[in-house]
T-cell receptor, first 115, second 110 residues
Framework: DAGITQSPRHKVTETGTPVTLRCHQT?????MYWYRQDPGHGLRLIHY???????DKGEVSDGYSVSRSKTEDFLLTLESATSSQTSVYFC??????????????FGPGTRLTVL | QKEVEQDPGPLSVPEGAIVSLNCTYS??????FMWYRQYSRKGPELLMY??SSGNKEDGRFTAQVDKSSKYISLFIRDSQPSDSATYLC??????????WGAGTKLIIKP
């Protein structure tokens, strides 16, 4: 998985609790992404980062926040988890922000269940 | 209507068969077309990407793009049980933002 780890790998939590997912990379890639994957929807971008402290929203950012204080770490926080945020969350990295040659490499995923 | 449509399958074929996987799209601005493979409980990994129209071949895999029909295909020759996975298409106008199909689950029967 291209030097990408995600923690935790599985989490069960209750509605209304805060949750933080961590992505760690050893590739020194500039771009990092958080996606969620749900049946019938494919992958949807939540937030992305183009450098330390530089982040922006994706298509499904409501209810999520991110932080990147170091090149290697990208955190995704659910401020108050809801059942609709039950999903598999993937972190991805890329050297540049283009398509094609700037391949996005994915981590192993985190399965989150919100009861 | 979704920007990218992909039949979720499952598609079940015998070992050795030629497999055809497809996606249609509605946004004519897409220039980059990618196929990712995702094994169960793993992250997606890039198989191939194509810029604009045409064909691209890599071993047993061939990617085709028909921009006039807004249709892309991935062909797998001499399919193997190890090819059993979910195949996702993704498209981009050229920047980081990928628009994904929902994925087709492929099963190769020994």
């Amino acid at each position: 998985d291209a030097g990408i780890t995600q923690s935790p790998r599985h989490k069960v939590t209750e509605t209304g609790t805060p949750v933080t997912l961590r992505c760690h990379q050893t590739e020194n890639h500039r771009y990092m992404y958080w996606y969620r994957q749900d049946p019938g929807h494919g992958l949807r971008l939540i937030h992305y980062s183009y450098g330390v402290k530089d982040t922006d929203k994706g298509e499904v950012s409501d209810g999520y926040s991110v932080s990147r204080s170091k090149t290697e770490d990208f955190l995704l926080t659910l401020e108050s988890a809801t059942s609709s945020q039950t999903s598999v969350y993937f972190c991805a990295i890329s050297e540049g922000g283009g398509a094609g040659t700037d391949t996005q490499y994915f981590g192993p995923g985190t399965r989150l269940t919100v009861l | 209507q979704k920007e990218v449509e992909q039949d979720p399958g499952p598609l079940s074929v015998p070992e050795g068969a030629i497999v055809s996987l497809n996606c249609t799209y509605s946004n004519s601005a897409f220039q980059y077309f990618m196929w990712y493979r995702q094994y169960s409980r793993k992250g997606p990994e890039l198989l191939m990407y194509t810029y604009s129209s045409g064909n691209k071949e890599d071993g047993r895999f061939t990617a085709q793009v028909d921009k006039s029909s807004k249709y892309i295909s991935l062909f797998i020759r001499d399919s193997q049980p190890s090819d059993s996975a979910t195949y996702l298409c993704a498209m981009s106008r050229g920047n980081y933002q990928l628009i994904w199909g929902a994925g087709t689950k492929l099963i190769i029967k020994p």
